[in-house]
């Protein structure tokens, strides 16, 4: 009995039912001040749909294909809407128009990079592609003109990516017809051109150094493209603390690292700073010269090597790797386009030489259905998030600095005010009434403004070399019916994820 006579266990019916109404009244209190704060925050952005606490618009997209459910919230909100990705608002920029005003016409108060979790944790802006400020305006600046020079120097990055389709044509000739899943011979000799830019040598298709970077540069893309990356980006603490397939991210870029710090040691050890064999040479010398100076610029040290080169491996191969996969997919749902590339690559190059890039303007048609490969790919379709770098008017609202933005690239690649039937393959689209090749500038599959993809240049010229290389080689018959093939991604996140296949390579 407690005091007065009343029993305890009444006593404890009375401490329970108030210990409820006091965390009922907290998260009451909590959703009310959650939601004033959110309708503050909405009253000063563009419009969208009402998001809950902590959750934000969590219920209103597909986290394994973002791009159809932002289309979808783009119907009703108009081409520039605000989302919140979990708790935080941000804003989505849909179709050319809204993306071109944003990334071109104010180029510089979207400069900023947002953080993004599942690279953000790892390479924590020692790195060109999630840094900001200085840092990354040097790097990027050292990187593009590193990447520049080796185009012109006594082996270019031509030559590099000719030598390479040779090894690859010869692999796959070993394949004498039999089905062949062509992922990894495309993530293989994808990377090797990078890695002869970046370590100064391709690698053996058999060394266990390139298929440990090629695996894990797969695997990140894979998870980074599942409703794995996109929970992560939106809850990182809450997932680092949950087991899952996010978890094997960091193991994969722990892979990379060991291969690649192994590489600098040697590096270090057989410098020539008056012949630098590749990026990491240059990047040696610049840090060498940097460290000489009174004034030092501080973007130039071990861990900001490490990072750059992450970026370029990662950007580097799986973004050219993916696309190669979705062109041969989308030439074996269309053989007649395949067939009318090869009647042109026989007669500008013909079979005796690898087609080069001063083939080009003697092949407007291969040319043109490599540009719609690019552009119904989407293999970016969100391209990485910016930030706005200060407070900036845009169509008539006022953005404060830091908010995240999110340009659908998807959406201006497959802009019907662009593009007829922009969900269709199409190589018309790059030709005009007279079959001459005809550029556009909605076709911007490796973003566009300040933060456009440094390899650019270097990725559509391994897009064109190895497509025509092996249209010229060989031809693709799938087996299944071409009815049947279809170019839905089976995920949609940080990229484009095509279904796996298998095809019967047979020589020409």
Not at 203 to 211: A, G, I, N, Q, T
Request: with cysteine; net charge neutral; aromatic share 10%.
């Amino acid at each position: 009995m407690g005091g007065d006579g009343i029993p305890s266990q009444t006593y404890w019916t009375m401490d329970w039912i108030s210990t409820l109404i006091l965390l009922v009244m907290f998260c009451a209190t909590y959703i009310i001040l959650c939601y004033m704060k959110i309708y503050k925050e909405k009253s000063k952005l563009p419009p969208g749909p009402t998001p809950l606490p902590f959750i934000g618009n969590l219920l209103q997209i597909d986290t394994n294909n973002m791009v159809t459910s932002l289309n979808k919230l783009k119907e009703i909100y108009g081409p520039v809407f605000t989302l919140y990705f979990g708790p935080k608002p941000g804003l989505v920029l849909c179709g050319y128009d809204a993306v071109k005003e944003a990334l071109i016409d104010q180029a510089d108060d979207f400069a900023g990079r947002a953080i993004y979790p599942v690279f953000s944790h790892y390479v924590k802006e020692h790195d060109m592609a999630f840094s900001n400020g200085e840092h990354w305006r040097s790097v990027r600046r050292f990187s593009v003109l590193t990447l520049r020079n080796f185009g012109m120097g006594k082996r270019s990055i031509e030559e590099r990516i000719q030598e390479e389709v040779s090894f690859l044509v010869a692999e796959l000739t070993k394949t004498k017809g039999s089905p062949t899943a062509l992922t990894s011979y495309f993530s293989l000799a994808v990377a090797n051109v990078i890695s002869s830019v970046v370590y100064g040598s391709r690698f053996d298709y058999k060394d266990e150094r390139l298929k440990i970077i090629t695996d894990s540069l797969n695997s990140n893309y894979h998870i980074m493209s599942s409703m794995w990356g996109t929970f992560y980006n939106m809850y990182p603490a809450l997932l680092d603390l949950l087991p899952g397939p996010h978890k094997q991210i960091y193991r994969n870029f722990e892979a990379i690292t060991k291969i690649t710090t192994e590489s600098i040691r040697y590096h270090k050890k057989t410098l020539d700073p008056n012949c630098p064999r590749d990026y990491i040479d240059c990047f040696l010398i610049k840090m060498k010269r940097e460290q000489d100076k009174e004034s030092p610029d501080p973007a130039f040290y071990d861990d900001s090597l490490l990072m750059c080169i992450q970026d370029l491996l990662f950007g580097g191969t799986e973004s050219v790797s993916t696309t190669l996969r979705y062109g041969i997919l989308s030439l074996m749902k269309h053989p007649e386009i395949a067939a009318r590339m090869q009647e042109e690559l026989d007669e500008a190059v013909g079979r005796n030489r690898l087609p080069s890039m001063e083939d080009r303007s003697k092949m407007p048609y291969v040319d043109a259905t490599i540009h719609e490969i690019m552009r119904i790919t989407a293999i970016i379709p969100l391209s990485l998030p910016r930030v706005t770098t200060r407070e900036t008017l845009y169509r008539g609202y006022k953005l404060p600095k830091g908010i995240v933005v999110t340009p659908s690239l998807a959406s201006v690649l497959w802009d019907p005010s662009r593009f007829e039937e922009p969900l269709k393959f199409k190589p018309q689209n790059f030709l005009d009434e007279s079959g001459c090749f005809k550029p556009d500038d909605a076709l911007m599959p490796f973003a566009v403004g300040r933060r456009i993809c440094p390899g650019e240049t270097l990725a559509r010229m391994e897009l064109f070399i190895f497509i025509t290389s092996l249209l010229q080689n060989f031809t693709f018959k799938p087996l299944i019916a071409k009815e049947e093939i279809t170019l839905e991604p089976i995920s949609s996140g940080l990229g484009s994820v095509p279904m796996e296949y298998e095809c019967c390579i047979t020589p020409r």
